[in-house]
């Protein structure tokens, strides 16, 4: 018994040996080591009726694909998300970043790069990235000027939607809440250097980052002008206001608004001068 063993041991290293190749050719290597299996004969026999292996043909090395050296090259881990030219994602959360104010994306890289702003991707993206390059991208970014898509048709009662109106445009002194046109520009498309815009966004961007400031995900340089707004919004408010902006249409060729001398509605200290977190 212990001798019919050896052998059948024996017959089970030629297929052995072709599984090592069947990565080259998987069907015939499977055929060849069915061969393979003991039948009887003697296996002298069953080596003989096995058929050479194919010769291996090296793969000729090719020229390696010259990749141009730009900003655009650069960053398409960025627009990988952010869309062509940082126009938007399709997935209806990733913002636009093309032509915020460069103060604003500088910021917001150092934020996500240093914590103030939680993000793992963006972190990891980020990380060990100097002044000088984040200044780079956020340069770049600001002098990108793709259309915008048109907003996406809100689903919110009228109702909220004249109270998101409200908020946004006039503010409501009793409950402490300036009015966005009041920091973010009369159409709400940003400030230069620093201030960003509000439409052109998704509606569930917008919660997000209303949110993110309640929760203490975001943050900005004290005094956090922001984080005091939230303070006083409600859910109720912030689901209007949002509903809102992400339903009003950018203005054909609008940019942000020149840096005013005007007196901002609350102090904030990522204004305290230009491109500081």
Known sequence: MWAMKLVWRAARIPCILLLLTCWQAPI????????????GQPLAALQSQQAPLPPVTPVAAGKPAQVPDTMAQRLKACTACHGPLG?????????????????????????????????????????????????????????????????????????????GRVLALDGDPDQKLPACQACHGAILLGVEPAIPALIGLPRDYLNGQLGAWRNGRRSARAPDCMAEVVRHLSDADANAVSAWLAATPVPAGALPAVQTEQKLPLECGSLAREGSP
């Open 87 to 163: 126009r938007a994602g399709p997935d209806g959360y990733y913002p636009r970043i093309a032509g915020k104010p460069a103060g604003y994306l500088y910021n917001q890289l150092v934020a996500f790069r240093d914590g103030a702003r939680q993000y793992p991707p963006m972190r990891s993206l980020l990380t060990g990235m100097p002044a000088a390059y984040l200044r780079e991208i956020a340069a770049f970014f600001a002098s990108q000027h793709p259309g915008y898509a048109p907003p996406s048709i809100s689903t919110a009662p009228p109702a909220t939607l004249a109270r």
């Open 28 to 39: 015939l290597g499977m055929a060849l080591c069915r061969a393979a299996e003991p039948q």
